[in-house]
């Protein structure tokens, strides 16, 4: 099981980014997985999770409206699609293989490590 982030980057206030994860070992209908971010001086947090095993995906209140999470299966890849971004965006992304049951957990238990991340800088 590995997953790889990247697409972060420095953007300005109300831009749009699409960060990517490459997957491999395991298939998005095994395993639920989501996207976590941790500002700077703050606790890590749940943006996001998928499951396909129960037909739903979640997102916490801090994105809804403005980001958007898809799994493509034809290369293994998971998405986050960042629109309206706002310097309280600023973060580095996470994604992990979990239970989204976790979602409301800073660190939840998760298949594997966390990964290095993918710094998203937003500037106002």
């Known amino acids: 099981v590995q997953l790889v982030e990247s697409g972060g980057g420095l953007v300005q206030a109300g831009e749009s980014l699409r960060l990517s994860c490459a997957a491999s070992g395991f298939s998005f209908d095994e395993y639920d997985v989501g996207w976590w971010r941790q500002a700077p001086g703050k606790e890590r947090e749940g943006v996001s999770c998928l499951s396909r095993r129960k037909g739903t995906t979640r997102y916490g209140d801090a994105v809804k409206g403005r980001f958007t999470m898809f799994a493509h299966d034809a290369n293994n890849t998971l998405a986050l699609q960042m629109n309206s971004l706002k310097p309280e965006d600023t973060a580095v992304y996470y994604c992990?293989?979990?239970?989204?049951?976790?979602?409301?957990?800073?660190?939840?238990?998760?298949?594997?490590?966390w990964g290095q991340g993918t710094q998203v800088t937003v500037s106002s």
């Open positions: 992990v293989l979990l239970d989204c049951s976790w979602f409301t957990l800073n660190v939840p238990p998760v298949v594997g490590t």
